[in-house]
Each structure stands twice: as C-alpha cells, then as structure tokens.
C-alpha cells in the first residue's frame, strides 16, 4: 500500500514497488491523499511553500480524483470516485499493476 499519493509531488516514485516487486508481490494498491476538515489549508500552505509553482496543479488532480478536495461523503471519502488518469500511478512504469484502495482494502 503506497500512502499517501499525492499527485504532481510523489506520484512518480517506484523505487518500493520495485522492491516488493522483486520479492515476489503481484500487485500494489495505493491511496491518493484526503484533505478533510482543517487539513485542507494547511495543506495549501505547505504546498505554497515547498510547491507555489504547481499547487493549484497538484491541488486539481486531487479533486478530480475526488471532485472536491475536502470529500466527507460517506462511501467515497475514503477511495474517490475516479483514477488518478495523469500521474505517474496510473501509467505503465510501475512494475506491478497499481490499485486504488479504499480503507477497508477493497479495489
């Protein structure tokens, strides 16, 4: 399980699916970042500060991965209702299949 995944930052890292890989996993899943509540913020604060040239890039994959940032609804807070379509996650250079996951496991 890749957690968090936050799209334009750390989308793009293999390297421990590579090593599960070679130790004989099948697939991975990962879990795209939830900013609820007081999160979301902060969150865009970090990221004006470490990212202030990608932050509203970063900040739109996620909501098209959840259309809204700050998803509380029951049943899809916790997986989104779309694939991370432009990131790293999503395209063929991971060496395992890649799942998006919800929080009891379930693809």
Do not use: C
Not at 81 to 92: D, F, I, M, P, V
């Amino acid at each position: 399980m890749l957690a968090p995944i936050i799209p334009g930052v750390n989308d793009g890292n293999f390297d421990m699916v590579k090593q599960v890989a070679e130790a004989g996993a099948k697939t991975a899943s990962y879990q795209i970042v939830r900013l609820n509540g007081d999160l979301q913020p902060i969150f865009g604060h970090w990221l004006e500060e470490q990212f202030p040239d990608r932050k509203e890039r970063i900040l739109n994959s996620i909501r098209s991965s959840r259309r809204r940032t700050g998803d509380s609804r029951f049943g899809t807070r916790m997986k989104g209702e779309e694939t991370l379509r432009t990131s790293s996650a999503s395209n063929s250079t991971s060496p395992l299949p890649l799942h998006a996951k919800d929080r009891a496991g379930k693809a």
